[in-house]
């Protein structure tokens, strides 16, 4: 018998989150395989962005199980998931305004390094040595995202497109098992979604796992090995692009409604 589980990256099950009196998820579970885009979808307010911050530790559940890599892991606070190996960006961008493009990256990738406080206050050697591969892998990105150009800029002054690119190769600085990329395309240009679109399909191509919640379906459907489908926190679709987008229940929650 073949073990095909060491190809799951993530599997979640049975997470339910309760705010007071709504519940805003019932019982949601997905399994990503290695190397897939998966999406995340539903009408507004139907418990997406509340499953991305369950599954990475800025919300607790009331009930679910965790597991990254065939590894149980605890989502109670964002940066053991981190350490766990999720790393996300968020809806509302989230850098380091008055840090530059590469100080944001490096950031991102001192979850992984090992010299420590003592390194850092003493400026040992290898202190000094970790910084200098850190500052090229950075910069590395930068360039791997199309903003090479930009790494001595401050974060707030480049555009909103670029903005969201450097989010992403700060996200891939923590060498993540997964990627978790909430609403990327928000706010973009429609020559943006395009570059945003080769961007992903560049990622996956180097093997890397995504998740992915966003409202453009065009984008979803096209980019998306597998969807969920979310409706008042419940997954009421799972499946294919096709075999999403041909539901009754999909089409009655969401596409049928314009895909709000
Ligand atoms: N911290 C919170 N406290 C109370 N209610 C919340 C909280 N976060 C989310 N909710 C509620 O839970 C439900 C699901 O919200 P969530 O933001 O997860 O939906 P969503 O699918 O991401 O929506 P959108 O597409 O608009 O971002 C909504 O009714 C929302 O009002």
Redesign the pocket.
């Known amino acids: 018998m073949t073990d095909t589980s060491k190809d799951v990256v993530l599997k979640v099950a049975g997470i339910s989150?309760r705010?007071?009196g709504?519940q805003?998820?019932s019982g949601v579970g997905i399994t990503i395989q290695r190397g897939q885009v998966y999406g995340l979808i539903?009408?507004?307010?139907?418990?997406?962005?509340?499953?991305?911050?369950v599954i990475t530790g800025l919300?607790t559940p009331d009930a679910g199980t965790f597991e990254l890599a065939g590894r149980p892991y605890e989502p109670t606070a964002v940066h053991k998931v981190a350490q766990a190996g999720i790393a996300r960006t968020f809806?509302n961008i989230r850098l380091f305004a008055e840090m530059t493009a590469l100080e944001n990256v490096m950031v991102g990738r001192h979850i992984r390094t090992h010299s420590g406080l003592f390194g850092a206050v003493f400026r040992t050697q290898g202190f000094k040595q970790e910084e200098a591969a850190i500052a090229k892998r950075a910069q590395e990105l930068l360039d791997y995202v199309g903003v090479g150009k930009y790494a001595d800029f401050k974060a707030r002054t480049l555009s909103y497109g670029d903005q969201r690119r450097l989010e992403i190769a700060r996200a891939l600085a923590t060498d993540p098992q997964l990627i978790a990329l909430d609403?990327p395309a928000a706010g973009m240009n429609a020559t943006e979604k395009v570059q945003l679109r080769e961007l992903i399909e560049r990622i996956r191509q180097d093997n890397r796992t995504i998740l992915i919640?966003e409202?453009d379906v065009k984008l979803i459907m096209g980019l998306c090995d597998r969807v969920t489908v979310?409706d008042y926190?419940k997954q009421i679709a799972e499946g294919t692009p096709a075999e999403v987008q041909k539901n009754e229940k999909v089409i009655e929650a969401y596409l049928g409604t314009g895909g709000h």
Do not use: M, R, S
């Open positions: 989150k705010f007071g709504l805003a998820l539903g009408p507004n307010g139907a418990g997406k962005t509340t499953f991305f911050n919300y809806q609403e919640i409202h979310l926190g």
